[in-house]
Each structure stands twice: as structure tokens, then as C-alpha cells.
């Protein structure tokens, strides 16, 4: 029998005694609840080495950056602080790490934090700074939950945590863009970063979501290193509606996102494709719930694929989701460790393919730390181009036959309003 919890997203919100319930307002949208109560942190080692040389990095095949929010934490919430050291813990296992593997395998450990210019390139200045200003009272009070936004919480390292989160992922652009300009095969760079970034809206976070990273280091890799055209695939369970949002009218980012047709936040429905200038640079494809490794396979080769090749982007980032994993409480797709596999093995040779191999990974949910933690190794063995373990951990008896005739029929009809 499938093993999955049944969790809807906000049935993690925090219910705490109003008596002890503070509210400030950050804008309109959205108002802060503090709680009192204890804020749960663990040490994480660090150490800050210089930055890779050029040689280092064009030697390597995978570059990966560590910003894990051990103070951004609640308790029994999905979202916690257990999710990258847990990730951390399955890569030094299965020796995927640099420790092992020397120069395959670079970690980018001299992160700097993404400025606030940074952040305002997507979110409005009055997010950001609202949301400095209440890290004060959160250190006095404790836990901050987040009217209209979701489950989404805070506490008093949110804003600088999420700040290195962001900065990790335009760092891993630069290593990622100077090796490209050396070496026809670049590293794949992947961030292993929290809080995940998909949802967060212009005007303020939501469903988990902080600051939006894949769409700072879209307008980063534009603003630093005049990478025009920008293609972001995000293949988390769930609608990237923030990414969606501060591209929609805009050519020049080509935002696709594959979800669960009716998940969370219920956003990204297929007719949504963009507006004024960017009417057509916006791809959305929800499938049906029960959708597998044969689904995603024929997605990436019948859209996927012929959208980036008509684009013709300067570098690909990736929301790289994996909720959609069959063993994730928060859904039910069916992908198996092999899906994320061959995602990122597909997604590396199409980078290659058009745009010198420049390309970017975003960690951004998946909430079963097992599931999780095997398909990001399974993810590093083929950015590695080595074979992948997925049949040692996928168990093939908990999958029930994927609903074919309707995944048929989104397809179909996603290539007649794309024109593919």
C-alpha cells in the first residue's frame, strides 16, 4: 500500500493563544502574528575557504553551495532545518561530495549575501525593509507567522538567512558564468539552500516562501552579466506563482512550470501564458494527480525540450522541486528517484545544447528527507554522468498506473496554445 500522508498546507499553520499575538504590518497584504515561544537552532560547520579559482571550477563537473537556514526553523513543520543537512548527510554517504571526489565536485563556500538591491531587482522595497524591521521584534517575542501568505513563518534569522539564501544562488551564477567562458563544460552549479523561493510574490512571501531565488538570480545573471534571455523550468509539485508573477510580462525570462493540476497555491492554470510582451513566454502545465516517471518523460521531450530550443536562452535555472516524489506527504504525483534523474541528467545536455552549458539548480520543496536526500544524490550522480542508484531505493510495487488518456490530452493541448 502507497505510503502518504495526507497534509493539506495549511494545516501547518501555527493556532498560538491570541493573548500572546503581536500584529505589524508590512503592506495591505500582509501582517505579522509573533508568538511567544522557543526558537529551535543547531550549529552548522562552516568554514570559508577562498572562493574556487577559474581552473577549479572548469575541472569540475558539479559546483554547490550550502546555505541551510539552521535558525529559520518550527517545529514539526514541513519547511524545517532538518531538510539540507539531511541532503548534506545523503551526499557525504554515498561519497558524492568533495571530500570524495576532489575536483569533480567543488563546494562554493565563500557565500555573500544577496544585497537588498538584489532583492528589490524582484520584490518591492517595502517587503524587504518591512520585513528587516520585524526581525527586531521577532528576537524579542518569538515565532512570526504571516497573514494571507500561507504557512509561511519567520523568525529572528529569516531575513539574513533568506539574504545568504539568495546571495548562494547568484554566487553559484558567477562561478557557474566564468567557468562557461573557459570550458565548453562547465559545472552544473546547484544551490542547497532555504527557505525555497518559487512562491514568494512580488509584494511579500508565501506558501513556505521567502524571497523568490530562482527570479533574483534570473535578474542577476541579466543586470551582471548581460545574460539576456533567461529560460526557468520548475518542476516542484506545486504552481511557482512568484516566478510567474514577476515575469509575466516580460520576453526576455521564459518561465515553464509543471505541477499538480489543483495543488497549492491553485495558481498556474494552463491558459495562463503570459501578458503585453510576454504574452508567450510564460508556460504553465498542470497535470493530473497520479502523474509519473512516464508523464514527466514525454513532457520533457514533447515541451520541455522545443520550448528551450525555439527560446534560445543564455543560461537555464531550475526550480528544482522534488515534492512531486511518490513518497511526499504534501502530494500525489508519482515521480520515482529515477524521475529526478533523468530531469537532470536531460536538463544538463540541453543547457549544453544551447547555451554553453550554463545552467543552475534552486532547491525548492520536498518535504520527505529520505526521498529528498536520494534524489538530489541521484541528481548529482547525473549532472556526474554516472549511472543512476534509483532502483536500490524506488520500490516500483507502490505505484498504481498513471492516468495516460489525461496526461495525453494536457499535452495536447498545451502544444496547440504554444504553437509547439
Known sequence: MRHQICMSMNHHMCK?????RVFLRLQSEYSFKISRGS?????FSENNPTTPSISETTDAKVIYSVAPAMGHNKESHPECNSRVPAIMDALEKVELTSKFRGSEVIELQSLRPASVDDIASVHAKAYVSGLEKVMDQASEKGLIFIDGSGPTYATPTTFQES???AG????????VVAASKVSHNPPVGFALIRPPGHHAVPKGPMGFCVFGNVAIAARYAQRAHGLKRVFIIDFDVHHGNGTNDAFYDDPDIFFLSTHQDGSYPGTGKIDQVGRGAGEGATLNLPLPGGS?????RTVFDEVIAPCAQRFKPDIILVSAGYDGHVLDPLASLQYTTGTYYMLASSIKQLAKDLCGGR???FLEGGYNLTSLSYSVADSFRAFLG???LAADFDDPAILYDEPSKM????????????SL
Do not use: W
Open 386 to 388: 554516472e549511472p543512476s
Open 16 to 20: 498560538s493563544d491570541a493573548r500572546n
Open 359 to 361: 545552467c543552475v539548480f
Open 292 to 296: 509519473g516517471d512516464i508523464a514527466m
Open 168 to 175: 548562494a544562488g547568484t554566487s553559484l551564477v558567477d562561478s
Open 39 to 43: 526558537i529551535y537552532c543547531s550549529n
Open 163 to 165: 539574504l545568504l539564501a
Open 407 to 418: 496526461v495525453k490530452q494536457a499535452i495536447q493541448k498545451i502544444k496547440h496554445i504554444h
